[in-house]
């Protein structure tokens, strides 16, 4: 007879609080490890909803994706604050165990890349960062080889009478995606037409939720690396926080951004 079902094994505590192994006997090497695991935790699920909103999209079912999409604003919301508990460490406390950390970096997060290229921003330069873990590897590479969220919203444009160029449509989508004047215009004209394009305006503005989110959840995160480690590289060879101020300038659906200037 099997046991009956209970809390922790449902949610299999044994496994998931004995995931948390300090290497020093630093009292925040705890916090540290917690809040990068739940961070993961949360890309997970992140990753889950993208994935069923562009299978939505893609089927043209658009109102249904909205409710995906808005979890995933939360969600991030939930992401950014995260970074004031991390804060609560001073520099002298991070420091104090930093060197048990070696090499490894947020930079190597194959779940966050993953996210990215759901996201569409495509780069290929990130794979060789995980040629140790197979499963993960293949995930990145699926993510990167298949059409992002932003692919699968622009095909809905002439679904609905807009004119996209077939440049757009049929190009190589594990490369970057580059502006294109012509999906500007088509968005353009849904935000001057909203109530005929309603659905495809909601659309467009939950994606703008998403890279607002993602772009706040960056800037914090900036603040955070500078607050406990000032200029210091990065342990994963990175220039800490001089990288991650760069990457504040992406955005995942740039037309949605530009059009802005010119209603």
Do not use: N
């Not at 305006?201 to 900036?222: N, P």
């Not at 000032?230 to 300038?249: E, F, N, S």
């Amino acid at each position: 007879m099997s046991e009956p079902m209970t809390y922790a094994r449902y949610l299999a505590l044994d496994e998931l609080l004995s995931s948390q192994k300090p290497l020093s006997d630093r009292h925040d090497e705890l916090l540290f490890i917690v809040i990068h695991q739940t961070k993961e935790l949360w890309l997970k699920e992140i990753i889950h909803e993208v994935g069923l909103a562009k299978r939505l999209i893609e089927e043209g079912d658009l109102e249904p994706a909205y409710k995906a999409l808005a979890r995933v604003s939360r969600i991030q919301t939930i992401m950014t604050l995260s970074w004031d508990v991390l804060a609560t460490m001073t520099p002298a406390d991070y420091l104090s165990f930093r060197e048990t950390l070696g090499t490894s970096s947020g930079f190597q997060s194959h779940q966050f890349r993953t996210l990215e290229y759901l996201l569409g921003l495509k780069d290929d330069s990130f794979l060789r960062f995980h040629a140790e873990r197979p499963e993960a590897l293949a995930e990145l590479k699926g993510a990167l080889e298949a059409p992002s969220l932003y692919d699968v919203a622009i095909a809905q444009l002439p679904k609905h009478g807009l004119s996209v160029p077939d440049t757009v449509l049929k190009r190589d989508v594990a490369q970057a995606y580059a502006p294109s004047p012509e999906v500007e215009a088509a968005w353009l004209e849904v935000y001057r037409d909203t109530k005929r394009y309603w659905e495809l305006y909601q659309l467009a503005e939950k994606l703008v939720d998403l890279d607002d989110a993602l772009v706040t959840w960056r800037h914090k995160h900036v603040l955070t690396v500078e607050r406990i480690i000032g200029g210091r590289p990065g342990t994963g060879g990175t220039d800490g926080a001089g990288y991650l101020a760069k990457t504040l300038q992406r955005r995942c659906f740039p037309e949605l951004w530009s059009l802005r200037t010119k209603l």
